[in-house]
């Protein structure tokens, strides 16, 4: 056997029926894997959006450092909102997703004129 048999062989193999069906499910597999693979801070938009919102409100533009006090403001209530879904304090790794999260947000809420 020679590899030119070998890739022959693969070759009809991937181009039957079945080679087509296996790849197909082997892209959606993989697809679904890398959808599941989303930040955690997703599950919790809705919080994050809500509590951008009331950090706008609650602290005034002429508060000293009002950006910092609002991110601090939105993710105090985004932590209490995991830690009440859970049951248990949220780990440093992701309290800093939902930082990220909620400064994402921000921004994006912010471009669509949404505050």
């Known amino acids: ?3 030119e048999t070998i890739l022959a062989a693969a ?3 991937l181009n039957s029926p079945a080679g087509i069906a296996a790849a197909a499910g082997l892209m959606l597999w993989l697809l679904n894997r890398l959808y599941a693979a989303r930040p955690a ?3 919790y938009e809705g ?3 809500s509590a951008v919102k009331l950090a706008e409100k609650q602290i005034p533009d002429s508060t000293p450092s009002a950006g910092l006090a609002r991110l601090d403001a939105a993710l105090r209530l985004v932590l209490a909102a995991y830690e009440q879904a859970n049951g248990r304090r949220a780990s440093p790794q992701v309290a800093a997703d939902l930082k990220e999260g909620i400064q994402l ?6 471009a669509e004129g949404a505050l």
């Open 11 to 13: 070759w009809s193999a």
């Open 47 to 49: 919080t994050i959006i």
């Open 41 to 43: 801070w997703r599950s």
């Open 1 to 3: 056997m020679n590899w």
């Open 105 to 110: 947000t921000h921004a994006r809420l912010e």
